[in-house]
Each structure stands twice: as structure tokens, then as C-alpha cells.
């Protein structure tokens, strides 16, 4: 399916598809949130498929992106701790969820326990 000169920018949830297309529409970028029952097989969670204009794409991801940061500061969510990568060739690591920093020879945080494979 193709919807003029769209194409198709992805499906999510169908609540979450109405809040993006009406929050891409403030933005001034023209967005098709459509119900296509071909594309969701019996028992899945109902889903809309986002059309965009492909000339639309960066920008879209650009207001996206900054949304999303806007929602993770609001939930006091530290960014720091979020891009902590446990890297066993290290001495130590520091815990994305907790922040406390531990040696690398152990699997899991001592603090809040959570588990690196």
C-alpha cells in the first residue's frame, strides 16, 4: 500500500500512533495514520502504520528524538548512567541502572544485582 507521494515510516501501537501523528502535526509535518487490518494477523495488540513524506524522514526523527529526551529528563532519568556499557577487557564498570562502579570480574552489580553476561 502506498499513500500518494508517502512512504511508509513505521507501525506502533495505534495509541501512540494518534499522539505522534497529532504531535508531527504541531510540527507542521503532514502524517497519515492509518488501520491497515492486512498487516495485523488475529490476536495482536491494534496498531496504526505512520505515512510519512520521505523529504520528511530526518526532520521527523529530529522531533522524535527530542521528545523522547524531553520525556527521560523529565523522569529524572540520569543520561550518563543510561550509556554505561559493562566491558569485561576493563578493570572496572560502572552500573547503568544504580551507578555504582564494580569490578568487572564480577557478573553482577553488588548494589541492585543487576546481571552482564
Not at 11 to 24: F, N, S
Not at 41 to 49: A, L, V
Not at 51 to 61: K, L, R, S, Y
Not at 86 to 115: H, N, R, V, Y
Request: proline residues 5%.
Amino acid at each position: 500500500m502506498h499513500h500518494g507521494e508517502k512512504t511508509l515510516f513505521g507501525i506502533i501501537p495505534a495509541g501512540e500512533a494518534d499522539i505522534v501523528a497529532k504531535h508531527l502535526a504541531q510540527e507542521g509535518i503532514d502524517v497519515v495514520a492509518i488501520t491497515n487490518h492486512s498487516t495485523c494477523k488475529t490476536g495482536c495488540s491494534p496498531s496504526k502504520e505512520i505515512w510519512v513524506h520521505p523529504d520528511d524522514v530526518a526532520t521527523i526523527q529530529r522531533v522524535l528524538h527530542s521528545r523522547h529526551m524531553r520525556t527521560l529528563e523529565g523522569m529524572g532519568a540520569d543520561l550518563e548512567l543510561i550509556n554505561q556499557v559493562f566491558d569485561p577487557g576493563q578493570a572496572t564498570a560502572i552500573c547503568p541502572a544504580c551507578g555504582t562502579e564494580f569490578s568487572t570480574k564480577e557478573s553482577q552489580c553488588p548494589e541492585c544485582e543487576l546481571a552482564f553476561s
